[in-house]
């Protein structure tokens, strides 16, 4: 049985599939290619990321396809329940990425409490002739030990960025419209463990009282954040997105920003995706990537290995 890893897969993924029996392809095929593609090499599973759709289209004009696999969290470049309905499997892996998301979070937290976004743009223009003066404008950054982290969504993920933060030695509160009381357990090298309650609060309450915001939830037809929210939020706080694009109004996100009611924001996902708003990219209290949460060697070898077992397990 032939599977297509149109956005690839580690090689970790690969290995695991072959010992399981099944001919991995790691071929990019061009989304208006990609059903003749199927068909003409009689693919059973089609595995992709964020980059390719599988919609009605696709899945009614490839009638051999017997799963789809998204190699991470997010199904929304999927029509999932069409292709359920239609007798596919479809399958995704929600836990294994969730600690390089929040590594990621909190590489734009330091980052922006430290000024690191602007000053990494400003010292090779300035360093040599302009020392003192960029000393002097990044001279006022602040410690997270102490503050207040506000998450809002608190799966796998944000229960991952709790850990984080309480690590640190911040307070954190989350939202949740699925979730009543959570306990992370804070897991040591040495094998220690320590659980924490974390208070469970209305979004309203969250962003009221967190000096720093981070969203972990799905895509959705209305703005998470919108001004409404903005005006919430205490002034000087920030906030982080490396969740999915369109969950914040990116118009307000600039006005919040260039009213001081935010210091900065943290953006990993965009609303615009390949193309984000040149307001955003140029913006100097914006911390930028280009959508990696998950871009690390471990995470896409736990991605690889998980999904070839879950193949396995429903196609063998």
Sequence with gaps: MKILANDGISPSGVEALQNFGFEIETTNVAQEQLIDYINANDVVGLLV?????????????????????????????????????????VINTPAASSASVAELVFAHLYGGVRFLYDANRNMPLEGETNFKGLKKSYAK???????????????????????????????????????????????????????????????????????????????QKE??????????????????????GGVINEVALVDALESGKLAFAGLDTFENEPKPEIKLL??????????????????QDRIGTELAQQIASLLK
Excluded: W
Aim: proline share 4%; glycine share 12%; charged share 20%.
């Design 282 to 299: 140029m913006h100097p209290q914006i911390s930028l990537t280009p959508h990696i949460g998950a871009a690390t060697g471990e995470a």
């Design 141 to 219: 950054g602040v410690e997270l030990r102490g503050k207040t982290l506000g998450i809002i969504g608190f799966g796998r993920i944000g229960q991952e960025v709790a850990k984080i933060g309480l690590g640190v030695g911040m307070r954190v509160v989350a939202f949740d419209p699925f979730q009543d009381k959570v306990e992370i357990p804070l897991e040591f090298f040495d094998g220690q463990t320590v659980s924490i309650d974390i208070p469970m609060l209305s979004k309203e309450e969250v962003l009221q009282q967190a000096d720093f915001v981070s969203l972990h939830v799905p895509a």
């Design 49 to 89: 990321r964020s980059a390719t759709t599988v919609r009605k289209d696709l899945i009614d004009a490839c009638p051999n396809l017997k799963l789809i696999g998204r190699g991470g969290v997010g199904m929304d470049n999927i029509d999932v329940d069409y292709a359920k309905s239609k007798g596919l499997h």
């Design 223 to 244: 703005y998470v954040i919108d001004t409404a929210e903005f005006n919430l939020m205490k002034d000087g706080s920030a906030l982080i997105n490396a969740a999915r």
